[in-house]
């Protein structure tokens, strides 16, 4: 199993920026990939960004690609989401995502085996 926890979630004003942490723990961390996923009240939780194995590989939801960055550290065991320019509509629950699974679409949630609690980021206009 892994363990994931989430930190660096606040309130910030629009414009502002954030970045979040995601802690593993458990198994070898370099054997998934890792993906952030949202969800807003009322909606459904949605992709944001995900990450190979390596690191060599990002891939972004169209609705923050420029603002956010997805990078991990693999000696620290750790998953990392830069936000920029943030806007109002990027408020949600962000949660961290652990994959086995090798190639494939990361942008799909049932993919992914482990989740993380999640910590809240709310943008004020």
């Known amino acids: 199993q892994v363990q994931l926890v989430e930190s660096g979630g606040g309130l910030v004003q629009a414009g502002g920026s954030l970045r979040l942490s995601c802690a593993a723990s458990g198994r070898t961390f370099r054997n998934y990939a890792m993906g952030w996923f949202r969800q807003a009240p009322g909606k459904e939780r949605e992709f944001v960004a995900a990450i190979s194995r390596s690191g060599g590989s990002t891939y972004y939801a169209d609705s923050i690609k420029g603002r956010f960055t997805i990078s991990r550290d693999n000696a620290k065991n750790a998953v990392y989401l830069e936000m920029n320019s943030l806007k109002p509509e990027d408020t949600a629950v962000y949660s961290c995502?652990?994959?086995?699974?090798?190639?494939?679409?990361?942008?799909?949630?049932?993919?992914?085996?482990?989740w993380g609690q999640g910590t809240q980021v709310t943008v004020s206009s």
């Open positions: 995502a652990a994959d086995e699974g090798i190639g494939g679409d990361y942008t799909t949630k049932r993919r992914y085996d482990y």
